[in-house]
């Protein structure tokens, strides 16, 4: 008792988004006391992830999420790859997956419905410590624990101790960047722009699923559905700057490709962004680990960023369960760390790099022999099985158990 009375908590979250909050609810409900710090004011409720897979919410069901998430999303029976005007397309059923997962389809539900989902299970639970407008500006570690420093909005500067400090704030991650290790990887040279509409896509595009990704003359786009709008993805043009292509008028241009109408559409946001392909040597320093965006960065396309970051917390509560519940040594953090990097390297961001190559594809005749054998796998069920065993997340995982 004298030993722990020398910490504030058992565990430290940096970030209070899904994998952060994810995370300490995990903690939370295995009877360890954790202190979530997040930078900002409150949950941000921006144009994020939006793709649940299905063993995804196979893990959330546990902590009575998946519930709460199926009422405010689109449940996805199928995804499609598709050629565009002319709507040849490969169609990927999820059924072949009902033996696998108990939610054998995807799920399109902004993420930041999760972060609410998880702050108010933690709330209710009243077991953790949520700290928005804090931010973390130094640490220091030693065999026991790891004493933070932090910085609250209003400028008041404090320190807490712990046993673990945990990175999960993302990609721009500041525990990483003061762990000072390297990011390996690189950054696509195009940048994305991503938009949202209340254009009813579904009634102008015959055949389209509500998550499509899409070749067009010169280029591509992608069109996932959430409630109540389209989230349109757009690979601009090289020869124009940012800047340029994000004007109204450009916007406006682009959405006119997809499908063209009399008026404008009404663009409800937009943002540019960069694509990544980093991860870093190691998730495990010490007393101080990585996990999610703060750890592996990938291409959006396939949706697995936000799935891969759930499924490092799940790993990683019960290694650190083991660790301060079931007196396990600090080397049990060493298996979180071998399960869960070569997943994110071989399976994460290979797939997604490999889907990104995919719809960058320029030629004509080579897209229409890709989209063939694309068909041809999805006209077989045990190809299809086999495929989407893959793309959904649900082989990694299994890779990942099978690791001891």
Known sequence: MAETAKFDCEVIVCGGGPVGLCLSLL?????????VLEKEMAIEK???????HPPTLDMLEELEITAKLLGQGLICPEWQIRLHPDGERAVFDLSVLDSDTRYPFRLQCEQWKLSVALKEALCEDGKADIR???EVTGFEQDEAGVLVKLRSHTGEESQLRTRFLIGADGSRSIVRKMLDIDFNGLTYPETTLLVTTHFPFEDNLEGISNVSYCWKDGGNFSLLKVPGRWR???YPREDLSVEDQLTADAVEASLQQIVPKSGAYDVIEKRPYRVHQRIVDNYVHQRVILVGDAAHLNSPSGGMGLNGGIHDAFELSAALSDILKHAAGLDRLSLYDRRRRPVARDQILAQADANRARMREKSPEKRREILAGLQKITADRKALHAHLLKSSMIEGLRMSAAID
Do not use: K, M, N
């Open 27 to 35: 903690l939370s409900r295995a009877g360890l006391t954790t202190i």
């Open 232 to 234: 349109v993805s757009i």
């Open 132 to 134: 928005f407008g804090t």
């Open 46 to 52: 921006d144009l994020r992830a939006s793709t649940f």
